[in-house]
């Protein structure tokens, strides 16, 4: 940990792949990676797996800095802390097309604003360094690529985009349906960052029976901070995985048939920070990420929070709006950017109109 305190905001990659050959992938793809393989590329990330569940459609793991899903043709990595994601890059491209002949075709690289950016190691020291790296790390063949930082009013809050793909298709969707999930183009990504956590709800993050029961592990005390805050509430179709850390802080998986969600949280006074992510689709019903959306935001009651919606072709941003200011935050700034591949990017940040 940085001598000031944890770095709860976390950095994401996802890479998206297609494969030709079933004699390689089988329906499986990147499932089909052994563990060995995936603990290698952590340990280059400096992180550890902590618990894991799974599904017929993809494996969820809770790491000791955040998640990683592994979908037969897609890997998303969050990592938060001083962990160095962007080394993973690298060996992921090239273990999928020797092991499993797989080719990637998308990357989309994201994060907010470290609160503490002078602790981060190289290549994290900077966005421009950040986007650097990508640029050499990944195949030319990737061709169409765009880095962007998103601006807030809230200038702590800013949202760090990178996209890289194969053809420029403009909408975002996607033109490859050889292997794995179809109609990626209906899905939408929404990531959300919030600091200056309330304090009772913050409370509820740190181990009641900390120390030195044995019986008292990571998963009960994971369990048990579940159920307490109202987290397990907000998809209660989820099967959650979840893990509480010593003396504190806390991480979850929930899995819905193909559908993931992620929350993380650094409790710590002074450094508070919670994060939540989810995908959808736009043929879902309309008023679930709403719903889903103002429990966030019950559960943490923070007095800042970001949102990032990436979309192919909906405006799902508008929902979100809406949700939040029903519970009491405030929409101070809203920008809006297209992505190769990625589609776009909506960023928006609240803040509370609660008084503290
Ligand atoms: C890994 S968790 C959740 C990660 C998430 N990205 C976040 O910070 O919101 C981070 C919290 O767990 C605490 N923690 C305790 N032991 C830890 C460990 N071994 N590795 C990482 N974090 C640990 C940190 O102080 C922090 O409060």
Redesign the pocket.
Known sequence: ?AASG?????KRIELQFFGHDPLFTGSMGLRNLDFECLEEILHAVQ?TVVSAVANRHFDAYV????SLFVYPTKIII????TTQLLKSVRPLVHLARDRLGLTVRMCRYTRGSFIFPKAQPSPHTSFEEEVIFLEENLPSRLCFRKACVMPSNVSSHSWHVFTACDVDDDDGSSHHHELGEDRSDALYTVEVCMTELDRASARK?FRRGAGNDEKYSGDSAGREMTGLTGIGDINPRALICDFG???????MNGIDGDRYSTI?????EGFS???YECVGSIYDDQHEISRVLKKVAQVFRPGTMSVATTCASHEVWRRVAKALELVGLKCRSCSADKFPAAGTVVFQTFTTTRRK
Do not use: I
Request: net charge negative; hydrophobic share 25%; with cysteine.
């Open positions: 940990m944890f770095e709860g905001f976390e992180c790491l000791s800095e955040s969050k990592t938060c802390g993050f850390f010593d003396p504190c802080g806390y991480s993380h949280v650094t409790p710590e920070y919670a994060s």
